[in-house]
């Protein structure tokens, strides 16, 4: 407990002046000729109050007094700031995305599906509750022969995996292929525009290169310049792994298709930015791989401890106000017997 005005406390010597003044108005009130026989008389309950009745009103007084002074409840409490970063994650979606070669809980599942659901627990958090990127402004793009924003850099995170729900691989052969360095260009387009010092990538590809108009290298320079760092992810198993083909009848079989991911392309992409390269050769890792990174890129968190004060004072006057009106009550009771 604190005190607003604490001087208005001086005023306390004028209680004891009350205490007397008042004792000797009942002194000069109950004034006799004779006394004699009085101690005879038997105690009640009002005789036993009459001489409290000063100290009544001395205390009520007091009361107020304090209550100048306006006493104050202390609640200490903490406000947390916390600032998150800009995520610009950017998938591959072409059609070699398909291969079977991960699995989600022990069944076999291609890479793009795997994808999906650990960039889920990444924005989520895992089922423990635990991690997520709630503070975070993210944006989807995705790519394959031409890269594609889906969503602008958000916070609505229910709104960002609805989309991401929706995802599917390129059906046209037409649309195919990799076009990493314009993916990286369109986050970077995406990133720059965002506040905030902290901006990050992350690039999940599982092939080389192979279309668009910007060579990936030249998109990590530009990536260094703007100080955004860029993790890259080469997603899927190494040799060979079935892929689901439909063929010009409209049959569907599946065929072996070799696994190749230009790592060396994705490895300068990351180091050259600051960030760092990973090979995710299974559910499980890519799951570590999305740990490791929310783990990296912690948002900035501030705690401010403060004292918050509720006024007390009323409480002083409620208690002063009862007194009050006891002893008003019960003396002008007590004068109308004596009378």
Same mark, same amino acid.
């Given at each position: 407990?604190?005190?607003?005005?604490?001087? @208005?406390?001086?005023?306390? !010597? $004028?209680? &004891?002046?009350?205490?007397? /003044? *008042?004792?000797?108005?009942?002194?000069? +009130?109950? #004034?006799?000729?004779?006394?004699?026989?009085?101690?005879?008389?038997?105690?009640?309950? @009002?005789?036993?109050?009459? !001489? $409290?009745? &000063?100290?009544?009103?001395? /205390? *009520?007084?007091?009361?107020?007094?304090? +209550?100048? #002074?306006?006493?104050?409840?202390?609640?200490?409490?903490?406000?947390?700031?916390?600032?998150?970063?800009?995520?610009?994650?950017?998938?591959?979606?072409?059609?070699?995305?398909?291969?079977?070669?991960?699995?989600?809980?022990?069944?076999?599942?291609?890479?793009?599906?795997?994808?999906?659901?650990?960039?889920?627990?990444?924005?989520?958090?895992?089922?423990?509750?635990?991690?997520?990127?709630?503070?975070?402004?993210?944006?989807?793009?995705?790519?394959?022969?031409?890269?594609?924003?889906?969503?602008?850099?958000?916070?609505?995170?229910?709104?960002?995996?609805?989309?991401?729900?929706?995802?599917?691989?390129?059906?046209?052969?037409?649309?195919?292929?990799?076009?990493?360095?314009?993916?990286?260009?369109?986050?970077?387009?995406?990133?720059?525009?965002?506040?905030?010092?902290?901006?990050?990538?992350?690039?999940?590809?599982?092939?080389?290169?192979?279309?668009?108009?910007?060579?990936?290298?030249?998109?990590?320079?530009?990536?260094?310049?703007?100080?955004?760092?860029?993790?890259?992810?080469?997603?899927?198993?190494?040799?060979?792994?079935?892929?689901?083909?439909?063929?010009?009848?409209?049959?569907?079989?599946?065929?072996?298709?070799?696994?190749?991911?230009?790592?060396?392309?994705?490895?300068?992409?990351?180091?050259?930015?600051?960030?760092?390269?990973?090979?995710?050769?299974?559910?499980?890792?890519?799951?570590?791989?999305?740990?490791?990174?929310?783990?990296?890129?912690?948002?900035?968190?501030?705690?401010?401890?403060?004292?918050?004060?509720?006024?007390?004072?009323?409480?002083?006057?409620?208690?002063?106000?009862?007194?009050?009106?006891?002893?008003?009550?019960?003396?002008?009771?007590?004068?109308?017997?004596?009378?």
């Amino acid at each position: 407990m604190r005190l607003a005005f604490p001087y @208005a406390l001086a005023l306390l !010597p $004028i209680v &004891p002046l009350a205490i007397w /003044l *008042a004792r000797r108005h009942v002194t000069a +009130a109950f #004034a006799m000729s004779s006394v004699w026989g009085l101690d005879q008389l038997p105690q009640t309950w @009002a005789t036993r109050i009459v !001489p $409290i009745l &000063p100290y009544l009103r001395a /205390l *009520a007084l007091a009361l107020c007094i304090i +209550a100048l #002074a306006r006493p104050q409840w202390g609640v200490e409490a903490t406000r947390v700031y916390s600032e998150g970063i800009s995520i610009a994650m950017v998938v591959d979606i072409s059609s070699s995305m398909g291969a079977l070669d991960l699995q989600i809980d022990n069944e076999r599942a291609n890479r793009l599906d795997v994808v999906k659901q650990t960039f889920r627990e990444f924005v989520t958090g895992d089922d423990g509750g635990e991690g997520g990127r709630a503070n975070d402004l993210i944006g989807l793009i995705t790519f394959a022969r031409y890269a594609d924003s889906l969503t602008p850099l958000t916070r609505d995170h229910d709104a960002l995996l609805t989309l991401l729900d929706q995802v599917e691989i390129v059906p046209f052969p037409e649309e195919d292929g990799t076009a990493i360095g314009d993916a990286v260009a369109l986050g970077l387009d995406t990133l720059r525009q965002a506040s905030g010092e902290s901006k990050v990538m992350i690039v999940l590809a599982d092939g080389s290169s192979n279309a668009g108009d910007i060579e990936p290298r030249e998109a990590a320079r530009v990536a260094e310049a703007l100080g955004i760092r860029i993790y890259a992810i080469g997603a899927g198993g190494r040799g060979m792994a079935e892929k689901l083909v439909q063929n010009s009848d409209g049959t569907t079989e599946l065929r072996q298709t070799r696994s190749y991911i230009d790592e060396d392309t994705l490895e300068d992409l990351a180091l050259r930015t600051g960030g760092a390269y990973f090979r995710a050769a299974d559910a499980g890792t890519l799951k570590d791989i999305y740990g490791r990174i929310d783990r990296m890129e912690t948002a900035r968190t501030v705690s401010e401890n403060y004292q918050q004060y509720v006024e007390a004072f009323p409480v002083f006057v409620i208690v002063a106000f009862l007194l009050l009106a006891f002893e008003t009550v019960f003396a002008a009771k007590h004068w109308r017997i004596m009378a």
